[in-house]
């Protein structure tokens, strides 16, 4: 056992804690992150805009999108549609429903219809003391 006199202990816990291990600050990264849900719309067919309704719990979203444009906002809402290649998606930025009913026609045509409970999944890319932190669910 290592006996102080009265002043020195509190002297050599605080040079002692001055060093990188017991420091409390966490230094965090910038990475970020996507919160919502995306929904895979796959490959579509022709230009035509694509109508777009969705009900996320009590909340009602309509939405006219273009596929002409790489990525189309719909204006008003928390929609997005994105292109890669052909290949379509769309996401839901910044809600976390726990039911989620999609419809999306083109040309009067239903090309789909369903309900959906999305599986969330936690992200915290700069770990557990850093911001931010999303919930990310694909359909």
């Known amino acids: 056992m290592i006996h102080f006199k009265k002043g020195i202990g509190a002297v050599a816990v605080v040079a002692a804690c001055a060093t990188s291990a017991c420091q409390s600050d966490v230094s965090c990264t910038a990475i970020g992150c996507v919160d919502g849900v995306g929904i895979d719309l ?3 067919e022709g230009t035509d805009p694509l109508s777009i309704s969705i ?4 909340t009602h979203y309509d939405c006219e999108a273009s596929l002409q444009s790489n990525a ?3 204006a008003g809402t928390p929609l997005t549609l994105y292109s890669n290649n052909g290949s379509y998606s769309l996401r839901l930025e910044g809600a976390h429903p726990k039911t989620l009913t999609i419809v999306i026609s083109q040309s ?3 090309i789909l219809n369903e309900t959906v409970t999305p599986a969330y999944v936690q992200s915290q890319p ?3 003391d850093c911001p931010p ?3 990310w669910a694909s359909i």
């Open 133 to 135: 932190t999303c919930n």
């Open 55 to 58: 009900d996320a719990d009590t």
């Open 126 to 128: 700069n770990g557990p």
């Open 72 to 74: 189309g906002n719909c």
């Open 42 to 44: 796959g490959q579509l």
């Open 108 to 110: 009067g045509r239903e």
